[in-house]
């Protein structure tokens, strides 16, 4: 990372920032103007109420850690925006911005690349570069919101890299998005989708913040999970569980299972009862299965089914007491699936 002595701003809680400016000698007022503008999506030249000595000043020991926009693709169908975007060390990373009726949300990346191995991600091809700090974890809905002109209410971390794997940086921007000096967003209105690092369920689990929990399951037995998820041969099915159940336990908190259909592989009537059979026994709490028609990554050879097949996989699990609901393609005009946006740019730059 290029800010090896300078402070990162964007990285510092409300707290945090007020004490470095008391202690570098102005007067308080001005660490909440400077959260403001930076808030918005400015750097140290725009914050126009600030003295300008001070701001050069603040340059000389400070930066604010912002994506810049490399790429914008928005669909014509339903205004998904997907966004590429150029990190501070030459780096890319992907969010995408959503619509619903209750207001906008985003998913954003969490790594550069991940090293989960999953085998039907586009992000992990090239392995793990690095973890995003906080400050470029908040960045990216940062510089979206400004972006679009207007306020994201929703957050999921979905995107590149996996959450728990870069937990310390994770926690901490959690914490920041709430903050309601900063973006305010409610824990409620957020989502971690994780393959399943069991420890870290457990030490996320122990703060019980009110966010949900996304376990991308994507199989019903561990022969044919370890097959496709390499982190299953670490953690079992039932290992999993009995943390999510704990989590539910000590959150309340509603747990989701997203389940990515790849046809021949794990799409069968017989593992949409297994799976319904597992997560019955596992789970004490309610269960929303999330399936997911794969988007195929030019680089695997797995094949995807269509809607209507997928709708019958929901049915059987419906029918045995799983709710479960088919997830709606949004923006499939610019759907390029997670990751292969920032792999064409990298392999294009070299
Ligand atoms: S699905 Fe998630 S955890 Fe698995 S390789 Fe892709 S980004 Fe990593």
Redesign the pocket.
């Known amino acids: 990372m290029k800010v090896p002595d300078k402070k990162d701003f964007l990285s510092m809680s409300f707290e945090e920032l007020t004490e470095f400016i008391t202690a570098s000698g102005y007067q308080k007022f001005r660490a909440k103007q400077i959260y403001e503008w930076m808030y918005r999506g400015n750097d140290f030249s725009q914050m126009s109420n600030i003295p300008e000595k001070m701001r050069i000043d603040l340059d000389g020991m400070a930066v604010i850690n912002l994506p810049k926009i490399r790429k914008k693709l928005v669909s014509d169908i339903d205004g998904t925006i997907k966004y590429l975007f150029l990190l501070n060390d030459g780096n890319f990373i992907e969010s995408v911005v959503m619509k619903y009726n209750y207001g906008l949300s985003v998913c954003i990346s969490s790594q550069c690349g991940?090293r989960?191995?999953?085998r039907f991600?586009a992000?992990?091809i090239g392995g793990k570069v690095r973890d995003l700090l906080p400050s470029e974890l908040i960045g990216q809905i940062i510089v979206a919101s400004a972006d679009i002109g207007e306020r994201i209410s929703h957050i999921v971390m979905m995107g590149?890299?996996?959450p728990l794997d870069n937990y310390d940086n994770v926690i901490k921007f959690l914490k920041l998005v709430n903050q309601p000096e900063g973006l305010g967003i409610s824990y409620r209105n957020i989502s971690l989708s994780t393959?399943g690092i069991v420890p870290k369920i457990s030490e996320l689990a122990n703060l019980a913040f009110p966010i949900t929990l996304s376990i991308?399951l994507h199989a019903s037995n561990d022969i044919s999970r370890s097959e496709i998820m390499p982190i299953n041969n670490t953690y079992s099915i039932s290992e999993l569980l009995y943390a999510c159940n704990n989590y539910f336990k000590k959150t309340g908190r509603r747990i989701s299972f997203e389940y990515t259909l790849i046809s021949g592989k794990n799409d069968s009537k017989e593992n949409a009862k297994e799976l319904a059979s597992v997560l019955k026994k596992h789970i004490s709490g309610p269960i929303h299965v999330n399936l997911i028609p794969l988007n195929p990554v030019i680089e695997r050879d797995f094949k995807t089914v269509d809607r209507h097949f997928a709708q019958k996989f929901a049915d059987i699990l419906k029918s045995l007491g799983v709710n479960a609901t088919v997830r709606r393609t949004l923006g499939p005009d610019i759907n390029a699936s997670c990751g292969q946006l920032r792999r064409s740019e990298e392999i294009n730059n070299k």
């Open positions: 991940c989960m191995g999953c991600c992000s992990t590149i890299g996996e393959c991308s």
